[in-house]
């Protein structure tokens, strides 16, 4: 796989990172979680060269982080650029809508302090390649939050620093304490909000930017013709863009990126990843899956460079049915 590095100063990562929520937290809740084929799907990842695997402390909650723990375990952790997070927490596992987690930020300095110690226990390791602040806490200014973990930076805990669906401003501010190694914020074809200050703002100053939800939750390569098409127990089911007429409109967007894809003899997740990855000198998509087809599919578009007339057509696509959330 080609590699670049997470910005001009991060370490070096195939184009293609692996997401790793999806494992144990927030999609199909009720199917049953294979931990034996998740840890198989990490491991092939690092053979495809797939090396950056990101991951949060609230994911699970902390089951996730334990999974990739394991998975690491036994000499695979040299291989692997490991990423987590800190910011987001479970304050009650069925507060939220529909029974679901209700999660809220803690940007806390005394959170992160122990945060940090606490990831590293799960993870069986004894630092983090990329420590990424959530999401911003409005009740903490972010200097107190990032100079808590800049604090695990020099404590050796973390070797860079990143911040998660943040403003220019906020960059900026966070910037003025510590330097910001990457930014991580939802980032696809039907997602493009980024486009307008953040992203142009990281390729200025050299910081990597980590899209999720690339694959635009799994919409954009077909894989939902229905309302129906949703696991009963899956967030999706509350996203706008999923509820039945938003979808069937949406439609429109899948029917042009596969036959991009078809002309190309490539697959629409190729062609939906390479997009997002020519958008940028630092940009690493991290498409999370825990099935090894799809793996395998994801790891491919590292190889895909789409013609200038291709990437046009999909500059053109029009803007989704629906908002994010």
Not at 70 to 81: C, E, M, P
Request: proline letters at 7%; glycine letters at 10%; one cysteine or more.
């Amino acid at each position: 796989m080609r590699t670049t590095t997470i910005g001009s100063t991060g370490p070096a990562v195939g184009v293609i990172g692996l997401g790793c929520m999806g494992m144990t937290f927030s999609y199909d809740m009720k199917a049953p979680r294979d931990e034996k084929t998740s840890i198989s799907v990490i491991h092939q990842a690092l053979d495809l060269g797939v090396t950056l695997i990101d991951t949060a402390d609230v994911y699970g909650p902390y089951t996730n982080e334990e999974l990739v723990g394991r998975a690491l375990a036994g000499g695979h952790r040299d291989r692997a650029v490991l990423a987590t997070k800190v910011g987001l927490v479970v304050s009650d596992p069925t507060g939220g809508p529909d029974g679901s987690p209700l999660i809220v930020n803690d940007g806390r300095p005394e959170h992160v302090r122990r945060s940090i110690d606490e990831s590293l226990r799960r993870l069986g390791t004894d630092h983090v390649d990329l420590y990424q602040l959530h999401r911003v806490d409005p009740q903490v200014p972010i200097e107190e939050t990032w100079g808590a973990m800049a604090e695990a930076v020099a404590a050796g805990k973390a070797r860079y620093l990143g911040l998660s669906e943040v403003t220019v401003d906020q960059i900026k501010r966070a910037q003025a304490v510590h330097p910001v190694t990457s930014v991580q914020s939802e980032f696809s074809l039907w997602t493009r909000d980024v486009q307008d200050e953040v992203l142009p703002y990281c390729e200025e100053q050299g910081i990597g930017f980590l899209p999720f939800s690339p694959l635009g939750r799994g919409f954009l390569v077909g894989r939902f013709s229905s309302f129906d098409d949703l696991p009963e127990d899956d967030f999706r089911r509350r996203l706008p863009r999923f509820q039945q007429e938003a979808l069937r409109a949406n439609l429109a967007i899948v029917g042009r990126v596969r036959e991009i894809a078809e002309r190309a003899g490539v697959t629409p997740a190729q062609v939906a990843l390479a997009w997002v990855v020519a958008q940028g000198r630092y940009v690493v998509p991290i498409p999370g899956t825990k099935t090894p087809k799809y793996l395998v599919d994801n790891a491919g578009a590292g190889e895909v460079e789409p013609s200038a007339a291709d990437l046009a057509a999909l500059d053109a696509l029009p803007a989704p049915t629906g908002g994010r959330y």
